[in-house]
């Protein structure tokens, strides 16, 4: 197993901040210690600036690319993920599994500080924890993180505060917006592990979803991101083992297998009052899962696209 996860993401990002302003980000050295690189919230960020979040979130693990692709018949960019770790990269460092609220003061955390601070069931299970001399993280976030948000990361990770690094980008945003549609192969595994699959069986994974016009506020970036994959994501898993255990899992993985799918996700999350805690869990898939077995050479298709709903979120 690749070790070190942070270790992987601070190089990434000790490598990008002689180019910030390319990035069309801006460096933040708080008060008290800690690192917080604003990629989308007060900035306009950029792809590039995506691309690299999305890096981030994978400790390196990942190659994230925007590659063409079609909605409907009609030309559309696509960003493309592939990883030859895909266990490591998607559930210990991309997953949004950590709820950070100080105050008035909220994100959704990713990104390998997850595997430091150790919060999360998928640690457990997984039998992994860090160590780490510093931390990373990404904030998929309106507002800049403070000092008091930083502590708090320090805290639950064991590091000093000027060894925490935050990345952070608004939903609607170039760069947020890219970081959210390159978790089409992380949706896909978490999916998996809820349903009790043995995950380490999957070698490899290649993931694509549209990239979604920048949404007007982030109300809306939520639906198009979320229906970007859930619609319009598509992933092929390399796995192991018997085809039996596939064929039986596989009708439950993509995002059809939930009796929410259908409408857009800004319907669907409007209906339930804005909590995402009430919608059904298994919504929360890609449109559309292949596996390759490299033990048999079998392949099985579950799911499919629904060109409709994105044209009816993306509003073309």
Same mark, same amino acid.
């Given at each position: 197993?690749?070790?070190?996860?942070?270790k992987?993401?601070?190089?990434?990002?000790?490598?990008?901040?002689?180019?910030?302003?390319?990035?069309?980000g /801006?460096?933040?050295?708080?008060?008290?210690?800690?690192?917080?690189?604003?990629?989308?919230?007060?900035?306009?960020?950029?792809?590039?600036?995506?691309?690299?979040?999305?890096?981030?979130?994978?400790?390196?693990?990942?190659?994230?690319?925007v590659?063409p692709?079609?909605?409907?018949?009609?030309?559309?960019?696509s960003?493309?993920?592939?990883?030859?770790?895909?266990?490591?990269?998607?559930?210990?460092?991309?997953?949004?599994?950590?709820?950070?609220?100080?105050?008035?003061?909220?994100?959704?955390?990713?990104?390998?500080?997850?595997?430091a601070?150790?919060?999360?069931?998928?640690?457990?299970?997984?039998?992994?924890?860090?160590?780490?001399?510093?931390?990373?993280?990404v904030?998929? /976030?309106?507002?800049?993180?403070?000092?008091?948000?930083?502590?708090?990361?320090?805290?639950?990770?064991?590091?000093?505060?000027?060894?925490?690094?935050?990345?952070?980008?608004?939903?609607?945003?170039?760069?947020?917006?890219?970081?959210?549609?390159?978790?089409?192969?992380?949706?896909s595994?978490?999916?998996?592990?809820?349903?009790?699959?043995?995950?380490?069986?999957?070698?490899?994974?290649?993931?694509?979803?549209?990239?979604?016009?920048?949404?007007? $506020?982030?109300?809306?970036?939520?639906?198009?991101?979320?229906?970007?994959?859930?619609?319009?994501?598509?992933?092929?898993?390399?796995?192991?083992?018997? $085809?039996?255990?596939?064929?039986?899992?596989?009708?439950?993985?993509?995002?059809?297998?939930?009796?929410?799918?259908?409408?857009?996700?800004?319907?669907?999350?409007?209906?339930?009052?804005?909590?995402?805690?009430?919608?059904?869990?298994?919504?929360?898939?890609p449109?559309?899962?292949?596996f390759?077995?490299?033990? /048999?050479?079998?392949?099985?298709?579950?799911?499919?696209?629904?060109? $409709?709903?994105?044209?009816?979120?993306?509003?073309?």
């Amino acid at each position: 197993m690749p070790t070190m996860l942070n270790k992987r993401a601070f190089d990434l990002v000790a490598a990008a901040l002689p180019r910030i302003g390319d990035l069309r980000g /801006t460096v933040l050295e708080l008060e008290g210690g800690g690192c917080v690189v604003d990629l989308g919230v007060k900035v306009e960020g950029s792809l590039e600036a995506g691309r690299l979040l999305a890096e981030v979130c994978m400790s390196g693990l990942a190659e994230v690319r925007v590659v063409p692709g079609d909605v409907g018949g009609v030309a559309w960019p696509s960003v493309q993920v592939v990883t030859d770790a895909p266990v490591e990269a998607c559930l210990l460092s991309q997953y949004a599994g950590w709820q950070i609220s100080v105050g008035k003061f909220f994100a959704m955390g990713s990104g390998p500080m997850r595997a430091a601070a150790a919060r999360e069931e998928v640690f457990e299970k997984l039998g992994y924890r860090e160590s780490a001399s510093s931390v990373v993280g990404v904030l998929e /976030t309106g507002k800049l993180p403070t000092a008091e948000v930083i502590a708090v990361i320090a805290e639950k990770t064991g590091v000093p505060a000027d060894r925490v690094t935050l990345l952070a980008a608004r939903t609607a945003s170039l760069a947020g917006n890219l970081q959210v549609v390159a978790r089409s192969v992380e949706t896909s595994l978490h999916k998996l592990f809820e349903l009790g699959f043995d995950i380490w069986r999957v070698r490899s994974a290649v993931g694509v979803a549209p990239l979604p016009p920048v949404a007007k $506020d982030d109300f809306a970036g939520i639906g198009r991101t979320n229906d970007a994959i859930l619609y319009g994501g598509r992933v092929s898993l390399m796995v192991r083992g018997d $085809d039996e255990s596939i064929a039986a899992i596989g009708p439950k993985v993509p995002s059809c297998g939930s009796s929410a799918h259908g409408k857009p996700f800004a319907e669907i999350f409007e209906d339930a009052g804005r909590d995402f805690y009430k919608i059904d869990p298994h919504l929360f898939s890609p449109a559309e899962i292949v596996f390759q077995n490299l033990d /048999t050479g079998r392949v099985h298709v579950f799911g499919g696209i629904n060109p $409709d709903v994105l044209r009816q979120s993306f509003e073309f």
